[in-house]
């Protein structure tokens, strides 16, 4: 009899538990927004929220329409951006291929970057207008040349097609038996259109940090802002359901000084194109980057691959 008695309190608790873990999934949602929802059974449903009471929600499945669900078999509930048309929206809306455009990176919602399998960026969405991030080159700091790229951006939506966002990109260097090299750029970009077809200028001031050492042994910290600014422009527009197609350009101007206290005024001219396909919260980049280096004066370019990941 004990036994039985036991049994029937898991049960209970159990029922219970899950009935609470739902309402609580529940008071968190909004109605006439569209959610993906995990359900007990390891399947799940996405539609639009229409209702609820004590025992069901009431959805309109994107794909079968209006049907309902049972509070306690649902598990998890997330929010599920569609465009215009009932697709699913481009997951990667708040930057391009490097870039940032100034549409905000959303509250709560966090991806992970990689191209080349080297460089790897983190972005968090901090409130629904600041976001933040770090990066830094994998290989590189596990062979000992440690590397750090934080950033920030604080986006300003003028209206639902212009929004403008202000930031900063940050490249920190800890190269193993050379000089310390640090850079920054403060930047303001302004940003046309939606997540599905936008176009994107902006400008910034590069400055440049290096610990280099002169005749006599001595360590010397100089930073340099450039004489001119940064300028950057990037588009972006969705070609069909699973490919968006991207393109970036560069100028990037910074001051370069040696130990003698030579400054050589130095631009880089970067462009990059990427085929990106998409899913809800991945997407592969297929592409390339073309580099002027004015110090050198070499042109090169290379293959690009990347991936991203959203949470």
Do not use: C
């Not at 901090?126 to 934080?150: D, H, K, Q, R, Y």
């Not at 340099?224 to 197609?245: E, G, H, M």
């Amino acid at each position: 009899m004990k036994t039985v008695v036991k049994f029937l309190w898991v049960v209970a608790f159990a029922v219970m538990s899950s009935s609470l873990m739902a309402q609580g999934v529940l008071t968190s949602l909004q109605m006439g927004k569209t959610y993906r929802f995990d359900l007990v059974d390891g399947s799940s449903r996405t539609g639009v929220l229409d209702s609820a009471d004590s025992e069901f929600m009431f959805i309109t499945n994107v794909v079968s329409g209006p049907e309902k669900i049972y509070l306690s078999g649902v598990i998890k509930a997330k929010l599920f951006l569609v465009n215009e048309s009932g697709k699913f929206a481009n997951p990667h809306y708040s930057r391009y291929l490097f870039g940032p455009s100034a549409i905000p990176h959303k509250k709560g919602e966090v991806y992970w970057n990689n191209l080349w399998l080297e460089v790897n960026t983190v972005q968090v969405g901090i409130t629904e207008n600041l976001s933040v991030g770090m990066g830094s080159l994998l290989f590189s700091s596990l062979a000992g040349n440690l590397s750090l790229m934080p950033n920030f951006k604080y986006s300003i939506p003028l209206n639902e097609k212009t929004t403008l966002a202000v930031g900063n990109i940050s490249l920190l260097l800890w190269p193993k038996n050379e000089v310390f090299f640090g850079a920054t750029l403060p930047f303001a970009v302004a940003t046309f259109g939606g997540s599905e077809a936008n176009f994107s200028i902006g400008t910034g001031w590069a400055g440049t940090s290096e610990v280099s050492t002169d005749t006599s042994g001595v360590g010397v910290r100089n930073f340099q802002w450039s004489d001119y600014p940064t300028v950057y422009a990037a588009v972006s527009k969705r070609l069909s359901r699973n490919w968006i197609f991207q393109l970036e350009g560069y100028g990037i101007a910074y001051n370069q000084e040696d130990w003698q206290g030579n400054v050589t005024q130095r631009t880089n001219g970067i462009a990059l194109f990427s085929f990106r396909y998409i899913q809800p919260n991945s997407s592969w980049d297929f592409g390339g980057v073309v580099i002027n280096d004015s110090g050198t004066e070499m042109n090169f370019a290379v293959p690009l691959i990347g991936y991203t990941q959203k949470f």
